[in-house]
């Protein structure tokens, strides 16, 4: 390697070094990674197993019942006589894309009658009972 004289200028290096930007990048995929299921949460749950076909995932409104009996509207926890109230307007916002209920499987089935038949009286036609997808190999 030649040596460089008093005036010479040191070549320019073009190159941009993308290893910190791949050590960003891997940061951020493990952070959501991590955060993604965390997302999907809102009121925990456990969904009786079923074969059925899977719904729209466009539905704005969710009820939920818990194992306890407590009813949630997407994630706002209500008693029965709020949720009586306030479900035909809500409802009404929802517009044409129905309702879906998601109702734990140990929950009193005399709960989910209560609640289906709120949301029959407040005249929505297309209501959704979700479901976990049974394994049909077994």
Known sequence: MPR???G????LNAEINVVSLIDVMMLLMIIFMITAPMMTG???VTLPKAVSRPL???SPLVVSITRAGQIY???VAVSLPEFRGMFKTMADRAGRQG???RADQQVDYGRVVQVLAIM????VQNIGVLTEPEDVNR
């Open 4 to 6: 460089r004289g008093r």
């Open 8 to 11: 010479e200028r040191t070549p």
């Open 42 to 44: 809102g009121v925990d």
């Open 56 to 58: 729209d995932a466009k």
């Open 73 to 75: 509207v997407d994630d």
């Open 99 to 101: 309702v879906s209920l």
């Open 120 to 123: 029959q009286a407040a005249g």
